[in-house]
């Protein structure tokens, strides 16, 4: 999933599955090492990833244990609404922190500015790091050293309903006056709304920033960007689409309500990433799999851009047992282990090599995603690049609902920008 703070209003209960009857906590006092050159002990793995994809990551974290038969590896999928803030109780607490998490790229800087990850320059976690999309780095690094391994890189692009778009007479927009336009035509002829606009969460504000010609900050001159004339373009393009009727939202689950609306064929567009895919695929709308399409995101006035997003993989720098937590990360980010995610749940890889697999090059979904990536924008990674998001959510929330206008939003961003980061301008 991956990137952004998807779904950060989520709430649910943290659900372990031991892969083995003898597992326990690594990161919590459990035992283990390197003992006459074969590892040993516990990992204790969190998993961020999604319904949909975490039976996958089980079954791939019980390959580990096949290939070291000494080590347990202890599963955990933890909801990703909750997983930054539970992962910093556990590390700043320094007791039930796991031994290896599946972090978000936004985090990386975050927990490793707290010093809550291990370095992991020099060590078996880093292996054949040439091979890794240049773009892919970027979030793994921090001051100068290298805080995770990159597993799962994404973007966003617009998903839609073959079907509903031929009975509407309409083609794929390329930009949002174009879709505002299908929009009436869609309507009358299926009875569908255009467009779901996650309201909810600031990362799909990103597109209709780039779009404008905007950015958040420059990171580089420490400049805040996000309240000039395309932060306010950006809050006025979402109102209009939703005051237009050519799009719905909802103020929060809008991970789960928009899949649902997709699934179920009431809207005929979603902004939404690779990670949804399957769970597309298994709504009725889309019994017939071809019917489900990809496109890019729609352009703004200026541009076209979507935000780099994706997953990383780090240790915690308190592990009881790092020999066998940087073997999982090796294994996890390699080649091989890549090549299944994208055969299983058409999640692209990191690794350049595995784009040349025959399977992994006639996806469709990684046909269409690998130049969208390869053009998408690069976020700050910057330690406060997380806490970028929380202002555009509430300014969302009130341009959706009437309470502020695009100029009130953008500039109320804008203030909490410079509170935040005290040497920007």
């Known amino acids: ?114 010093g809550y990850l291990a370095p992991l320059d020099g060590t078996p976690a880093l292996d054949k790091t040439d091979d890794y999309l240049p773009q892919a780095v970027g979030s793994t690094k921090f001051k100068g050293k290298t805080y995770a391994a990159p597993q799962v890189i994404d973007t966003l692009g617009l998903f839609y309903n073959k079907k509903l778009l031929k009975d509407a007479g309409v083609g794929v927009p390329k930009t949002f006056a174009e879709l505002t336009t299908a929009a009436k035509k869609i309507k009358a002829k299926t009875g569908a709304t255009a467009l779901y606009l996650r309201g909810d969460d600031p990362y799909w504000f990103l597109p209709y920033l780039y779009g404008e010609g905007g950015n958040m900050v420059d990171a580089r001159d420490k400049i805040v960007q996000i309240d000039d004339g395309a932060g306010v373009k950006a809050f006025k393009t979402i109102k209009d689409l939703v005051d237009s009727k050519a799009a719905v939202t909802d103020a929060t689950d809008g991970q789960e309500n928009q899949l649902k609306a997709l699934k179920d064929g009431t809207v005929a567009m979603a902004v939404d990433g690779p990670w949804d895919i399957e769970g597309a695929r298994a709504g009725k709308a889309f019994k017939d799999k071809e019917n489900l399409g990809v496109a890019p995101v729609p352009a703004g006035s200026k541009a076209q851009g979507s935000p780099q997003g994706g997953w990383n993989l780090s240790v915690y720098a308190g592990s009881k047992n790092l020999q066998a937590s940087y073997a999982f990360v090796k294994y996890m980010s390699s080649a091989k282990v890549q090549q299944q995610t994208t055969d299983k749940l058409s999640l692209l890889p990191t690794r350049k090599s595995v784009y040349d697999v025959p399977a992994v090059k006639n996806n469709e979904m990684v046909r269409f995603f690998k130049p969208a990536v390869d053009g998408a924008v690069q976020r700050p990674w910057i330690a406060e690049g997380n806490s970028l998001f929380e202002p555009i959510k509430v300014q969302m929330n009130k341009v959706l609902t009437g309470s502020a206008t695009p100029e009130q939003a953008a500039k109320a961003t804008g203030d909490a920008y410079r509170k935040l980061l005290k040497d920007y301008k």
């Not at 000494?70 to 992962?87: C, E, I, L, R, T």
């Open 1 to 114: 999933m991956r990137c952004g703070i998807r779904g950060v209003t989520a709430t649910a209960l943290v659900a372990g599955l031991a892969l083995a009857a003898t597992a326990c906590g690594g990161g919590d006092g459990g035992s283990g090492g390197n003992s006459g050159g074969e590892l040993s002990g516990t990992v204790t793995f969190w998993d961020t990833s999604n319904d949909a994809e975490k039976a996958t990551y089980r079954k791939l974290a019980e390959g580990f244990q096949k290939e070291h038969p000494k080590v347990h590896v202890q599963y955990v999928n933890v909801p990703f609404g909750d997983a930054n803030a539970k992962f910093k109780n556990a590390a700043g607490g320094n007791s039930g922190a796991p031994d290896v998490m599946r972090t978000e790229v936004a985090w990386t800087a975050d927990f490793a500015n707290l």
